[in-house]
């Protein structure tokens, strides 16, 4: 990958949109090899989809709540479970599993508490788990879906 590549992705990450014309010039190619770049990159799976991204406060998902989940049961049956919940529950929009006191962490958008409780008890009633603890933002002070590129290779 070298910094028209990079460029490249800085710029559909910013806005997929962007006709080619304007992203060749922005990286100095003409069309035709700036789209085999981007092709190359997509098969590559560098760019692994193009989507759209919606406002949470206009679809009524304006509150984002952190969860924290331990448990007492590490199998790989027990995880699956656990997994098929979170997937089958669509306010869970990210899910990780952690190291340290925390074994997993999401996290969900509601419109509100209420909403939240809903989305709770749809966890607990999927799997056994021995702690969860909930923290709603309060303000979102940054949120990019663009990833830093100086590392890649």
Not at 100 to 119: E, F, S, T, W
Request: glycine letters at 4%; aromatic letters at 8%.
């Amino acid at each position: 990958m070298d910094t028209i590549d990079r460029r490249l992705l800085e710029l559909v990450q910013e806005d997929a949109t962007t006709p080619l014309a304007q992203l060749a010039e922005a990286v100095g190619l003409s069309s035709t090899p700036c789209w085999r770049r981007l092709q190359r990159l997509k098969e590559a799976g560098v760019i692994t989809r193009q989507v759209a991204l919606v406002d949470a406060e206009r679809v009524n998902v304006g509150v984002t709540v952190i969860v924290s989940v331990r448990t007492a049961v590490h199998t790989e049956e027990w995880f699956e479970r656990f997994r098929a919940t979170c997937e089958a529950i669509p306010e869970v929009v990210e899910f990780y599993r952690m190291s340290g006191d925390v074994d997993y962490l999401l996290r969900v958008v509601v419109p509100d508490i209420k909403a939240y409780d809903a989305v709770y008890k749809r966890l607990i009633a999927g799997t056994n788990l021995h702690d969860v603890s909930s923290s709603f933002a309060m303000e979102q002070l940054k949120y990019t879906t663009a990833l830093p590129l100086k590392y890649a290779l």
